[in-house]
């Protein structure tokens, strides 16, 4: 069994995690509303209208632009060429999450090997070569590049997830992942909106969004230089291993060389961890890990694409420009954020993923009829309410069903069914949306989180040895940090 973390030490690696993970999402969230200009930009540098074959071979990106057309073509309903900037962002979030399925289990694993810390400054290092290049990208080749790199480092939320479970109990698990789902919702509420006003700033003319890229090369150093100063290890094994040698502990608070009876202590301790336990005791599986991920996966294969489309149908059905989807999209990140804070700490996992593939339900529904802002505004609290709720929830699931010193693993596991679910979701929601149409869209998406929902009430159960207990029972909140 692992030492129990003392409150002191818990509040502070808390306190890393909070910050480290707000600085990296905001970082991240920066590229965002970017995304129409800074493509429309490099098509018309690289990709004009007319490609004289005098002037060389095309370039990637019009190539790119090439097959995405002849995609768009194959639908026997016409698609304005407005969308054509549309498909390309798709289809870049598309390899970013792909990327992200493949590395997750691989970070997850070595985290678990080499610990949480060496795993986290590994994975910095490469969002910090990611947005180095995004800052040099003066062709779309050096951003495409800088898009790849991104998606095989990204790390930071799954390793935040392992490191807040290593030192939380079962009571203060769900409050540890609301914590998490906060840091999202902060970071989606301010991110865009300072990204592009920063993108106002012209500072470099072979690169118009140098200055958003700076800043977030700026914080994401800064999160880095903050991991390493301040970030011990949590990995349970890695701590026992230190506290055996007689070096100060991670997470348990202890600073003083260990006596010979605390010594074979320690030893048992450090064999117990080898194997898969939760609270000292061996894991029995109440839910499979391939039952969790892929609920994961199909939940996020259906809302992503929602997600994606979304404002595609505002700008059709309202006329929407990105400043109305922007402030749209702002008061979903305010609701959610609430609901974490207030709502969501207080309901056991299951309870919250219930929750919300429920009122992710109602709202793919009520999309597919609404005609006016008043509807449009209820489901995206709906929305909202999903989002507070439902990965939050799984993560949760997992981290109950995974041995201490298997969880870097079974997150990055649970990560990368949601990434490959992202990845795939906004292409296949899109072309039935152009194909068949809004209704039909939004219909068939309600159906498929229906069958996600018969998934959580039937299929999940609640972990053993956690039935009754709720996240109000945690002392631990926000404002401890």
């Not at 060389?56 to 995405?68: D, E, K, V």
Request: proline share 4%; with cysteine.
């Amino acid at each position: 069994m692992a030492a129990p973390v003392d409150p002191a030490t818990r509040k502070k690696v808390l306190r890393v995690v909070f910050i480290s993970l707000l600085l990296d999402l905001v970082s991240f969230t920066f590229i965002l509303p970017l995304f129409p200009s800074l493509l429309s930009y490099y098509r018309d540098l690289e990709a004009p209208t007319q490609f004289s074959s005098t002037n060389g071979s095309p370039s990637i990106l019009a190539r790119i632009l090439t097959y995405l057309n002849a995609y768009k073509a194959s639908f026997a309903r016409p698609i304005d060429s407005r969308y054509d900037i549309v498909l390309l962002g798709g289809a870049l979030g598309s390899l970013f999450s792909i990327l992200q399925a493949l590395a997750s289990p691989i970070i997850g694993t070595m985290s678990d090997r080499y610990g949480r810390r060496t795993a986290l400054l590994t994975s910095m290092a490469g969002n910090i070569l990611s947005v180095l290049l995004w800052v040099c990208a003066t062709d779309f080749r050096t951003f495409l590049l800088s898009r790849i790199v991104g998606g095989l480092s990204e790390g930071n939320v799954q390793l935040a997830i392992a490191i807040a479970t290593d030192i939380s109990d079962e009571k203060q698990r769900s409050s540890t992942m609301a914590l998490v789902g906060i840091c999202f919702s902060i970071s989606f509420t301010f991110g865009p909106a300072l990204g592009a006003w920063l993108s106002t700033i012209n500072s470099v003319k072979a690169n118009p969004f140098a200055t958003a890229a700076g800043f977030s090369l700026f914080l994401i150093v800064t999160e880095t230089i903050y991991l390493y100063l301040c970030l011990p290890e949590t990995l349970p094994s890695k701590v026992a291993s230190a506290k055996l040698n007689g070096a100060p502990a991670a997470t348990n608070g202890l600073t003083k060389p260990t006596t010979r009876s605390a010594t074979n202590a320690i030893q048992a301790e450090l064999v117990s961890s080898e194997t898969p336990h939760v609270g000292g005791k061996t894991v029995r599986r109440t839910n499979s890990h391939f039952l969790l991920n892929f609920t994961h996966l199909a939940f996020i294969l259906f809302f992503s694409g929602m997600e994606f489309s979304l404002p595609f149908m505002t700008y059709d059905l309202f006329g929407y420009t990105s400043a109305k989807n922007g402030r749209l999209l702002g008061y979903m990140g305010l609701v959610a954020s609430l609901l974490q804070g207030g709502v969501t700490r207080r309901l056991s996992p299951l309870l919250s993923v219930r929750v919300g593939v429920v009122s992710c339900l109602l709202a793919l529904l009520l999309l597919a009829r609404i005609n006016t802002i008043g509807g449009l505004y209820a489901a995206t609290t709906l929305l909202a309410v999903t989002t507070a709720t439902v990965v939050t929830g799984l993560n949760a699931l997992s981290s109950f069903e995974a041995g201490e010193n298997e969880r870097g693993g079974k997150l990055g596991n649970l990560r990368s069914w949601g990434q490959l679910g992202r990845g795939v979701g906004p292409l296949l929601f899109t072309s039935v949306y152009w194909w068949a149409g809004r209704e039909v869209a939004y219909t068939i998406g309600g159906m498929g989180v229906l069958a996600v929902s018969m998934i959580a009430f039937f299929g999940l159960k609640t972990p053993l040895g956690t039935e009754g207990k709720r996240v109000k029972d945690v002392k631990l909140d926000a404002g401890e940090l």
